[in-house]
T-cell receptor, first 112, second 113 residues
Framework: KNEVEQSPQNLTAQEGEFITINCSYSVGISALHWLQQHPGGGIVSLFMLSSGKKKHGRLIATINIQEKHSSLHITASHPRDSAVYICAVRSGYGGSQGNLIFGKGTKLSVKP | NAGVTQTPKFRILKIGQSMTLQCAQDMNHNYMYWYRQDPGMGLKLIYYSVGAGITDKGEVPNGYNVSRSTTEDFPLRLELAAPSQTSVYFC????????????FGSGTRLTVV
């Protein structure tokens, strides 16, 4: 079993829809990251969370440490939101030097 | 402020050839990382460095080497390229040991034929 699981793997939405991407993890963490990768492009950091909730524009990220679960929400989705969204956790303990463990990503396609 | 710069963006290698993927950051970050991304898989850590002169293996180091002679540069060397090294490679950096965000480069798409 992967240490970081994302769902769904693929998601197609109509423009304007509310979108939720989920991330569950099985290790103790010091932080969780949400990343965005456009087709053929680089990786951009969206959020880093260790508790609670963060909001940036139409994007909202939440984390429940007790349940080892995080969600990324996109409100009023737009075709430019089409990308792969990656969840990554940082164990941050011992000799790991803060190395990230990545989920496989959720491919989002928003249709106009 | 350029962030993390990776070169080249694309490269085709023949089996057995060698090459160096370049990574440079201008943010004075201590920690630097090399990852590879294969289709349908999460990013895997190849090597990392916590400062100039210090490097360590990640999850998938075989077939690769790194050096960190300066804070800014963290090149990844492929010796005797193999088809299994066909992948997209990302370099990343962050400031220090605490919960700092990561900055990623734009990636290098490498094909070994």
């Amino acid at each position: 079993k992967n240490e970081v699981e994302q769902s769904p793997q693929n998601l197609t939405a109509q423009e304007g829809e509310f979108i939720t991407i989920n991330c569950s993890y099985s290790v103790g963490i010091s932080a969780l990251h949400w990343l965005q990768q456009h087709p053929g492009g680089g990786i951009v950091s969206l959020f880093m969370l260790s508790s609670g909730k963060k909001k940036h524009g139409r994007l909202i990220a939440t984390i429940n440490i007790q349940e080892k679960h995080s969600s990324l929400h996109i409100t009023a989705s737009h075709p430019r939101d089409s990308a792969v969204y990656i969840c990554a956790v940082r164990s941050g303990y011992g000799g790991s030097q803060g190395n990230l463990i990545f989920g496989k990503g959720t491919k989002l396609s928003v249709k106009p | 402020n350029a962030g993390v710069t990776q070169t080249p963006k694309f490269r085709i290698l023949k089996i057995g050839q060698s090459m160096t993927l370049q990574c440079a950051q201008d943010m004075n970050h201590n920690y630097m990382y090399w990852y590879r991304q294969d289709p349908g898989m999460g990013l895997k850590l190849i090597y990392y460095s916590v400062g100039a002169g210090i490097t360590d293996k990640g999850e998938v180091p075989n077939g690769y080497n790194v050096s960190r002679s300066t804070t800014e540069d963290f090149p990844l060397r492929l010796e005797l390229a193999a088809p299994s090294q066909t992948s997209v490679y990302f370099c990343a950096s962050r400031h220090g040991r605490g919960n700092y965000g990561y900055t990623f480069g734009s990636g290098t798409r490498l094909t070994v034929v």
